[in-house]
C-alpha cells in the first residue's frame, strides 16, 4: 500500500508473545529471547500481510503518564509489565530497527496518545494508517482512512460494530464511555451507569454536553450524571485521545524500504 503507515501498539504485542513466552520457556533469560524472536516474527508477518510504505512501533515510557498524575489511580490494580521485560525493551528495539523499524517511546504522553497523533496527522493529510492493537480504546479514532487489525485474531476490528452492539452511534462512543467508565484502566464513570443507562441517555440526548445543560432534569438517571458532573468530565479527559503531540519527525524519516525474509 502507497503512504500507508503500519503502526504497531508495541507494548500491546510484546506482553502477549512474553506471556506465551513464559508459559513455554524455562529461564527468565529463554523467556526474553524468546519475546524478542515472537516480537520480529510477528511484524514481519504484519509488514507481509498488510504490505505497508512506513512503519514504527510505538513504546510506553516508563515515567508516569499525565493521566497518572492527573487520576492517580488510573490503570490501578492492573499487572505492571515484568521489571526484566521493561530492562529489554531496549534490545527488543534496537533488533527491529536491525529490521527497519523505528521505535517510538513516549515521555509524558502515553503510547495510546502517539499513535493517535500519528493516525489523526495522516489522515488529515488524506494517507492512510493501520493501528496493529486489540485495544478498544483506539475505537474512537477509526474512519476511512484509519483502520485497526487484531493481529492475535487475524481480524479487523470495526468501531461500528460495537457500537451497533450496545446501542449507540459512532459519534457517541467517548461519551458512552465517560458515563460507564473503563473498568480495564480503572477509570470510574458514572457511579449507577452502566451500558444499558448509558445507551439510553444518548438516546434521548445526542450528546453529554446537551445533558448537562439541561436544567433540573425528572429523568432519574439524568440527575445521575448532574449529581457526578465532576467524575464524568474526569472520565472523558482521561478517555480522549491526544491528537495534537508535536512528533518532531516527518513521515519519510520511518519509510520502510527493507527487504521481508
Known sequence: ??????????????????????????????????????????????????????????FDGLAPSWRSELWPEYKAGRTPAPSSLLDYLDKIQDALLEQGVE????????ADDLIATLSHTLASKGKQSI?????????QLHNDL???????????LQADDYCAKVGILATQLID??????????????????????AAKLLANHADL?????????????AQKVHQHQQDLIMSRTLIMLKRDIPLGFNLKDIRYNKKIN
Open 103 to 110: 521505535s517510538l517511546v513516549s515521555e509524558s504522553d502515553e
Open 209 to 221: 454536553n446537551q445533558l448537562l445543560k439541561a436544567n433540573a432534569p425528572r429523568d432519574k438517571l
Open 1 to 58: 500500500m502507497s503512504n500507508t503507515l503500519l503502526i504497531v501498539d508495541a507494548m500491546n504485542l510484546i506482553r502477549r508473545i512474553h506471556a506465551v513466552s513464559q508459559a513455554q520457556q524455562h529461564t527468565e533469560q529463554g523467556q526474553l529471547i524468546a519475546t524478542l524472536h515472537g516480537t520480529l516474527n510477528s511484524v514481519n508477518k504484519l509488514l507481509k500481510q498488510l504490505p505497508s510504505s512506513h512503519v514504527i512501533a510505538v
Open 176 to 197: 458512552f464511555w465517560s458515563l460507564t467508565g473503563v473498568s480495564s484502566s480503572n477509570i470510574k464513570g458514572v457511579p449507577g451507569i452502566g451500558p444499558k443507562s
Open 146 to 156: 484509519i483502520k485497526q487489525f487484531d493481529y492475535f485474531n487475524q481480524h479487523w
Open 131 to 139: 493501528i496493529v492493537s486489540t485495544d478498544k480504546g483506539f475505537f
